[in-house]
């Protein structure tokens, strides 16, 4: 193996597998590792401060790193794309205007886009007020085909720094601009489609009807996930209560129960929902 294979991370003992660290243990085109961010300060009254969405995804196997940052605010919806070639060096996490930097794993981590590329721009820094939480594993085949098998934690915090939007800037401070935060790795669809062979017949496998909801309450939040196919067939299911105290283990909550309605074609007004 040539030596530009290595890269400094090969010097810690994280591997998990006989590859160096660039190389991963699959050869699967829709291996990927992300990072997902949302960041909203005070969506009441008629002038609703901005909400924005980051995210970062590494694909080794296609040789791509790619990101991107969208917000809303007013009637303005802003997006800002990046692209590059994944180098060996998988502590370099910027792509373009876009960086995220890890501070304290697991508890501090920053986002930040440089101004110049569209009407938007920040600086923020992400500070977890508990404990991140493991998902479920997520695995699902279709016919011999593993097509979803990954991981996810998800975690929550309160935000600092600065955000551009529109010219209006905005002083982001924890105690009113929150947000969640996930990372998910394995193998699930990536980028342009494959043929589907003898799965495109597979059609109740092709679509599904899935809830994600992380709700923030004072001393914990409660979050919950449900995968379903069109046949009602439940793929994963999960609900938790996680303590901000760190000392006390996730609440498991039981079955999730759901009942939902929609609306008609063309309607765009929200539907009352419940999950149990």
């Known amino acids: 193996m040539s030596r530009s294979a290595l890269s400094e991370m090969d010097d810690y003992p994280i591997h998990q597998v006989a590859e160096v660290v660039r190389h991963v243990?699959?050869?699967?085109?829709?291996f990927y590792d992300r990072y997902y961010f949302n960041c909203h300060g005070d969506m009441r009254g008629d002038s609703p401060e901005p909400w924005l969405i980051v995210g970062l995804g590494v694909y080794p196997n296609l040789g791509v790193v790619d990101g991107f940052a969208v917000v809303r605010h007013g009637d303005d919806h802003i997006v800002v794309r990046a692209s590059k070639a994944l180098g060996d060096n998988r502590n370099d996490l910027t792509v373009g205007p876009l960086t995220v930097k890890v501070l304290d794993g697991?508890?501090?981590l920053q986002v930040s886009l440089e101004p110049g590329h569209g009407?938007?721009?920040?600086d923020l820094v992400f500070d977890a007020d508990g404990p991140a939480v493991l998902e479920p594993r997520h695995y699902q085949r279709q016919l011999e085909r593993v097509t979803f098998d990954t991981m996810r934690f998800v975690?929550?915090?309160?935000?600092?720094?600065?955000?551009?939007?529109?010219?209006?800037?905005?002083?982001?401070q924890p105690d009113t601009w929150r947000g969640n935060r996930d990372r998910s790795w394995g193998v699930r669809p990536v980028g342009e489609a494959e043929p589907p062979g003898r799965r495109a017949a597979e059609t109740d496998a092709a679509s599904f009807f899935w809830i994600y909801s992380?709700?923030?309450f004072e001393d914990y939040v409660i979050t919950v996930i449900v995968q379903e196919l069109r046949t009602g067939e439940r793929i994963m299911g999960d609900a938790r209560r996680?303590?901000?105290d760190p000392a006390r283990d996730p609440e498991w909550l039981g079955r999730v129960e759901h009942e939902w309605s929609s609306s008609p074609v063309g309607v765009n007004r929200p539907e009352p929902r419940c999950v149990s």
């Open 242 to 244: 996680v303590w901000n």
């Open 119 to 122: 009407d938007v721009s920040f």
């Open 106 to 108: 697991l508890q501090r």
């Open 214 to 216: 992380v709700m923030r």
């Open 25 to 30: 243990g699959t050869s699967d085109r829709n």
């Open 155 to 172: 975690q929550t915090g309160g935000w600092t720094g600065s955000l551009t939007v529109d010219g209006e800037d905005f002083d982001v």
